[in-house]
């Protein structure tokens, strides 16, 4: 890579001189580093570049969010209600689906890519000065917990990716880790979730920490607890309800709010600095000697004062994430995206299409699909897909996708067979050569105005839809 000129960087009040890359060229390195070091079980790396900057991992409070699916939006909605308090919210998302920026924000404000370049620059010279050698994930973790720690968050909130043996957040001693649900696309021959894949999420777990779940399965939320128990962790009772949201999206995201609703109940109440929200206008501070009968002056007084329930705020609350279940009804016709490429997250899909065909009768509807999770069980996911198409009419045009770099090359489905085996399933389905023409088909195919086109299977897929339209940062 090309140096332009150098400059200095403090870390820990050393100085070090090293390349000044623009952001084209930071965003280059983080695409070339993706397989580097993946193996690394100890953390060596990820830890030697904490070090180096000062340990921003144990600078500010830190929630984590792991699990299978409906990790990004539970960061959304606990960020949206502890703003709500009156917090400064850090976030951490994985992944993106146009730009690294996504990924970091503050208050969900993605970082600029001014700051995005000034960071980039700082950690990666950090990188060559210790002569450590992380992956992209790595240092895109650093990155945003010492940007976190620069703007002196009062909670920074990551999502802990799968996929890792021993994950890099587990450098994080975090007061609070929340699990969406476990599920798995390779099962045991008893119907089972593999022991390993507990353990790949736990282990971001620490002594001390607060752990509560959204998991509906009573033998996943047992070895939940005995496994934390042995690490020492605080158990909270497990979440039932679903969040009052809109309609569809209670059905489809109300557990997630409601994770989200535990989360900041947890954090406010017994980890944060209590100056920093107006108790009074509170939605989840619990305040001291309310029990019992409130008195009649207090009667008054919010009779005259109507305080904002938590109900009333989860119904004005935004629902969607960019590409996570995202529908796009200004279009003609409406466009749904959903970077859903493994099986619970395909059965909330298509769980989300037939509720919003009861709010409004879709004139044809047709699923674009491109997937390249080699995990994937086939056979349940065709038996998905037949099972929907019985109840509701349309059709799929399955499509190639190429990896982006943080999928580390993972292969595009064989489109031919997969379409042959969807055909089998006496489903109309077809192969496209690429995106463009899949998407120029689906168009023509449905109703201009109340048609729906469906984009799915990746964010590779969403990646090329975003292209489509000329759009270059979400």
Known sequence: MNTKSTQKATLKGAITTGKIRNYNEIIEFLDAHWTTNTNDKELQCVTQLDKALGKPSQKVDIITVAGTNGKSLTINFTTQLLREEGFKVGCFYTPHILTYNERIAINNETVSNKTFTELGNEIINAVESAGTNPNSYEILLIMALHYFAQNKVDVAIIEAPVGFAVNPVSICNPKIVAITRIVSDITLPDGQVPQKTFNTILNIVKSGSYVVSADQSKLHLQTILEKIKIKGAKWTMPIRKLAQLNYPFEQLHGRCAALAERIG???????????????????????????????????????????????????????????????????????????????????????????????????????????????????????LLRYFFKKTSGQVIVCPVKSLPYDMGLPSWDIEKVTNDIKNMKIKAKASKNFEEAFETAQKSVDERHGLVVITGSSALINKYWQYKEIKKL
């Open 265 to 383: 109940d947890t954090y406010a109440n017994t980890f944060a600095n209590k100056e920093t929200t107006i108790i009074s206008k509170s939605l989840i501070i619990r305040q001291k000697g309310q029990r019992g009968r409130p008195t009649l002056e207090a009667k008054r007084h919010a009779e005259l004062h109507p305080k904002k329930t938590i109900d009333q705020f989860w119904k004005e609350t935004e629902n969607t994430l960019p590409a996570r279940f995202q529908l796009l009804d200004k279009e003609k016709p409406s466009i749904l995206l959903d970077n859903a490429n493994n099986f619970d997250a395909f059965k909330n899909l298509l769980l989300g299409i037939r509720l919003l065909h009861y709010q409004r009768p879709l004139k044809g509807l047709t699923l674009v699909i491109g997937c390249n999770n080699p995990n994937l069980d086939m056979l349940e996911f065709l038996k």
